[in-house]
């Protein structure tokens, strides 16, 4: 267990393209290879008093490098405990989801630990979300994503206020 825990607000982002594909990080723990990898959505830390949206945008391009995004209403919200490169995370996260043509994954200002746990993305049709089924390698986080996605896509609209799923376990 980490003698630290970092206690923030963080925004994720659900990016889709166009055919509803869904773009993942393929990413590791610097600190504890033995972790395997796994694919998640982008996101980080909101700064201050910065709302959620532009957060999510300003994560979503530097971790990516994609800026031209439809940026679209906080669908979920969840409560998260896990440990990172050594330090115990607890945060709050608003998960947005975001519409654009698609681009290729160059991120645009990744902090040192991210360069270090980020190694690739690539867009995923949502059929192909079933194979991730949290056997190693196969581990998407936030692990809800594609039972959650397919939901929310066959509504035909995105809820009016954000579904609240609590606290999903740690990573």
Known sequence: MSPFTWRRKAARVVLLDRE???????????????????????????????????????ELYEETGLAEVEMGPCVWRQHVTFEFAGIRFDQDEWVHVARCDGGEYRPAGLEHLEAAAFHDARWWELSELSVLDGSEGNRVLPPWLPAQLLDVLAGGAWPLEPIDLGHVGPA
């Not at 869904?22 to 700064?47: C, T, Y």
């Open 20 to 58: 509803d594909r869904v773009l993942l990080i393929r990413a590791s723990d610097p600190a504890n290879r033995g972790k395997g990898h796994w694919w998640e959505i982008p996101g980080g830390g909101i700064e201050g008093a910065e709302p959620s949206e532009h957060a999510a945008r300003r």
